[in-house]
């Protein structure tokens, strides 16, 4: 069953792949192979703990349970699935979250306020003002929540589907540059923040410049690929019916990013999962939008009616990313992840090539669970440790290259990272399209700022 489990995972990944290949929806894949694999891991747990690679069941043990047929499936239902689903729930939720709220705005038109002011229609020219507004907010915000922001940005900027897609590929590539160098803008350096492996401000300082290259070269690609001008998309027949005013469209456009802003302030402050304040978020707009509603006509309540506009979320995109963070986390408890880092740690000694594998890696599996167990496999070391040891002191180099390869080795592949399967989602962008115009431009970027880190190590 062990071996079972790792290939159906990889068979499930081909066909994600080949979605337009073999015309099976990716979400409906990723559900079966999600849902697949924990049925797997159940079925076959006693042959699968006994091998001895869930470092989880280890702890487990560790903790006074005794071993046993029926201590296994409360260890996987009641401890491993639901640990899994706390987290996976979080990312849904605040996905769900981030994406209706971005919907509210756009229904009200508030993205028109943004767009309205942005003249330029050089596609170079607007490309980087695109990339670098999202590196830095995204730092802000965090890379998930800047690219929903974004994309539903440039629907209103630009028409040509291909030209959106270079455009979305190049806010994964930004939003994901830009989150890894600030302690709230990714999922995994939050980690490492609250595990005390990296500073606030330490990791700014060290993470800037790299991650900048990394956004820096795909984009500098991308800006001599394309040439000429942007052909902005007509209004839709809801945007014309339910024409806003532009009072109304200022208050629901404030609100929106204020609720987005507000949340990681509200992490910080309550140490909540960050859903929590998006969900907050949401709740304050629906409640001041249908109090808005009140003044409005039968057919613009009807329209601008939260309720409505909630149909609109790309549901499969969100499934499709439960799927994968499910079967992911199937891999992480039966010990597949362990086993894998366990022998990166064994054959590959040399921290920067290390790290550079663990970015790869993070473009094909999630990067939260692999982060978390390179954090379980190196201690902290103690302040003032020489030699190797003085790679994993507090802000040690290691760790600040697992902030930063984690983070952007996300964008080699267009579902390496949740950024990059909201914009998948939202744009419709393929696997196959991703891989064969971005990937190499992302690897770049990527090995860019690899190379940056190694050059500080030999004049530093």
């Known amino acids: 069953m062990y071996y079972l489990m790792l290939e159906v995972f990889i068979f499930g990944y081909i066909l994600i792949v080949l979605e337009h290949n073999v015309h099976i929806n990716k979400a409906a894949t990723a559900l079966i192979m999600g849902a697949g694999l924990w049925a797997l891991y159940a079925i076959g747990a006693d042959e699968i ?73 050089n ?100 800006m001599l690929k394309l040439k000429g001008e942007i052909d902005p998309p007509d209004m839709s027949d809801d945007e014309t019916k339910a024409f806003i005013p532009l009072k109304d469209r200022i208050i629901v456009l404030t609100a929106g990013l204020c609720a987005l802003m507000a949340v990681p302030v509200i ?6 999962p960050p859903f929590i304040g998006m969900l907050l978020g949401l709740g304050v707009m629906w409640f001041m939008t249908d ?69 790869v890696l993070s473009a094909i599996v999630d990067n939260v669970p692999i982060v978390a167990a390179f954090m379980g496999m190196y201690p902290i070391a103690e302040a003032g440790a020489t030699g190797e040891l003085a790679n994993f002191v507090v802000d040690g180099k290691f760790w600040e290259m697992l902030a930063y390869a984690s983070g952007t080795g996300g964008s080699i592949l267009i579902i390496g990272s949740a950024a990059g399967v909201a914009a998948m989602g939202m744009e419709r962008i393929s696997f196959t399209w991703y891989f064969k115009n971005i990937a190499w431009v992302a690897t770049l970027g990527y090995l860019g700022g690899i190379a940056l880190f190694y050059l500080e190590m030999l004049f530093m």
């Open 291 to 359: 109090f808005k509603l009140h003044s409005k006509t039968a057919e613009d309540k009807r329209l601008l009616n939260v309720g409505r506009i909630l149909k609109k979320i790309d549901m499969p995109t969100v499934l499709f990313l439960m799927g994968i963070l499910l079967a992911v986390g199937a891999l992480s408890s039966a010990g597949h992840l362990n086993v894998m880092a366990g022998f990166m740690q064994e054959h590959f000694t040399d921290i920067y090539f290390q790290n550079t594998l663990i970015g």
């Open 123 to 222: 596609k170079p020219k607007l490309l980087a003002i695109i990339s670098l507004m999202t590196f830095f907010l995204s730092a802000a915000l965090d890379n998930l929540t800047t690219t929903i922001v974004i994309v539903a940005v440039l629907n209103k900027l630009v028409q040509d589907k291909e030209t959106r897609w270079y455009f979305a590929s190049m806010v994964v590539i930004s939003a994901n540059a830009g989150g890894a160098w600030s302690p709230i803008g990714d999922v995994t350096t939050i980690m490492l923040w609250i595990g005390g492996q990296i500073t606030a401000l330490k990791i700014m300082e060290e993470i800037f410049m790299p991650s900048l290259v990394a956004m820096l070269v795909p984009l500098g690609v991308l």
């Open 267 to 272: 992490k910080s402050y309550t140490h909540l």
């Open 49 to 121: 703990l006994s091998l001895g690679h869930s470092e989880s069941w280890k702890h487990w043990l560790e903790a006074g349970h005794v071993k046993g047929h029926e201590s296994i499936i409360n260890f996987i239902v009641h401890h491993e699935l639901t640990e899994h689903l706390s987290e996976m729930a979080s990312i849904v939720f605040f996905l769900m979250g981030a994406m209706t709220i971005v919907e509210v705005i756009d229904e009200y038109q508030g993205f028109r306020i943004i767009t309205n002011r942005i003249r330029v229609t």
